[in-house]
C-alpha cells in the first residue's frame, strides 16, 4: 500500500482530533478484510500499529472489532490531608526539583523545555489542560500560543488576570506532532500534577478539554456527559469544558464554554466585568 499523502494524514489527523476534543475516544466498525487490516498498518505510527494488532486479537469471529484497544487511566491517589505548606512557591519549587531532567517516560526524547505550571501559588481557580505545544515547549510556560491566547481571553471575561490563576498541564513535555498523551505518559506525569493541587489547594478547577477530565475522574467518559455539572477532584469543585484549541477550530462552541465558565465563576463567587 502506497504511503499516505501528507495533505490527507493532516486532514484525518484534524478530524480525530476534533473527535478527540468532544471525548469520542473510542471508535468501532464492522469486520474487515484482515489484509486490509494489515496493508493499513504500513502506513501507520507504531503505536496506532499496537492498537490495529491488539483489536484484531481481541475480536471474536462476528464480532464488530474496536478500531482502538482501551488503555490504562489511572485512578486519583487518596488526597493527602497534610498542614498547609508555609510558602507554596517554594513548595511547587520543590516539585520541580523532584521533577529535574525527567526521563520517566518516552516524551523526554523531543522535548525542548519541560512546562511546570505558571501562576499564583495561592489561586483560588485552577486551569488544567493536555499537554505544551510548540510554542509552550520552546517558552517553557503552559498556554503561550494562539490557544492561551483565547484562554488569557476567557479568563479576562471572567473579571481576573492571568497572574491571578494557576495553569498546568496532564504532562509537562510536548507530545509528537501534539498528539493525545498515551496513557503510560500521562500516568508517569500525573503523580507531579497531583501534588501542585495539593500544594495550591485551589477552590475550582477548570479541566480543558476531554484528556485533562480523563485523566483528573480517572475514567473516560464523553464531555457532553462531564460538563454543566460540578466534580468533586481532590477537595476542589471541578468544572469540564472545551479546550481552548478547540474552539479555535470550531468557534460556534465558544457560547457553550462560557456557560461551562459561568458555572466556576457562581462556585468563585465571581461576576463578569461590565462592558464599556
Known sequence: MPALDPQIRDLLTARLRFYRDLGLT?????????????????????????????ASRNNLPGEEPAISARKVISAPPPAVVAPEPPDRAAALQAIRDDIGDCKRCPLHTGRHTIVFGDGDPYARLMFVGEGPGA??????????????????????????KREEVYIANV??????????????????????????????????????????????????????????????????????????????????????????????MRELGLRAPARS
Open 135 to 160: 510554542d509552550e515547549d520552546a517558552q517553557g510556560l503552559p498556554f503561550v500560543g494562539r490557544a492561551g491566547q483565547l484562554l488569557n481571553n476567557m479568563i479576562a471575561a471572567m473579571g481576573l
Open 26 to 54: 473510542d471508535f468501532y466498525r464492522r469486520p474487515v478484510d484482515p489484509a486490509l487490516i494489515a496493508k493499513l498498518a504500513d502506513v501507520c505510527s507504531p503505536a496506532v500499529q499496537t492498537d490495529i494488532a491488539q
Open 171 to 264: 504532562v509537562k513535555c510536548r507530545p509528537p506532532n501534539n498528539r493525545t498523551p498515551e496513557p503510560a505518559e500521562a500516568n508517569a506525569c500525573m503523580p507531579f500534577l497531583w501534588r501542585q493541587i495539593d500544594v495550591i489547594r485551589p477552590q475550582v478547577i477548570v479541566a480543558l478539554g476531554a484528556t485533562a477530565a480523563t485523566y483528573l475522574l480517572g475514567q473516560r467518559q464523553p464531555l457532553a456527559a462531564l460538563r454543566g455539572r460540578i466534580h468533586a477532584v481532590r477537595g476542589a469543585n471541578l468544572i469540564v469544558t472545551y479546550h481552548p484549541a478547540y474552539l479555535l477550530r470550531d468557534p460556534r462552541q465558544k457560547k457553550e464554554a462560557w456557560a461551562d465558565l459561568q458555572i466556576a
